[in-house]
């Protein structure tokens, strides 16, 4: 299963991590819109300063997630996190389109069910007879 993906902010890979804790955040966050369903329409009618503020902030959350789980799953204490402040001073404007669409990438990637199963030889055994 691969929950991670990655986007470069000033020159530094960030993972991220679109994890229950990042729903909860965003579905807080956005509540008085009908929640995390339509953070993409919320985030296209803000004014350029709020759309900035609010990826920002969305970032840090999944970024932090993605560190959070790279350190809990694989063991790994040394994964960047950034806070939404700092992203605010390493971004530009015009780079928010392409961080949004990566931002939304990485919660479908999150928001994907994958059942992992092993075989049964006596289940094996009933299908064939």
């Known amino acids: 299963m691969n929950r991670l993906t990655k986007i470069k902010l000033g ?10 804790n990042a729903t909860t955040a ?5 509540k008085d819109a009908g929640g995390i369903a339509e953070a993409e329409t919320v985030l296209e009618k803000m004014s350029v300063s709020e759309q900035v503020q609010t990826v920002a ?18 063991g790994v204490n040394d ?3 950034i806070t939404a402040d700092d992203i605010g ?18 919660m479908g990637a999150g928001g994907e069910t994958t059942v992992e199963t ?4 006596k289940n094996a ?3 064939q007879a």
């Open 11 to 20: 020159g530094r890979e960030y993972l991220l991590n679109f994890s229950v």
């Open 89 to 106: 001073v390493v971004l530009s404007p015009g780079e928010i389109s392409g961080l949004t669409s990566a931002m939304f990438g990485a």
């Open 125 to 127: 055994e009933a299908t």
């Open 79 to 81: 994964c960047p996190t």
């Open 26 to 30: 965003f579905d807080e966050r956005f």
């Open 57 to 74: 902030w969305m970032l840090s959350v999944l970024i932090e997630q993605g560190a959070a789980y790279r350190r809990i799953v694989d």
């Open 118 to 121: 092993e075989n049964d030889p």
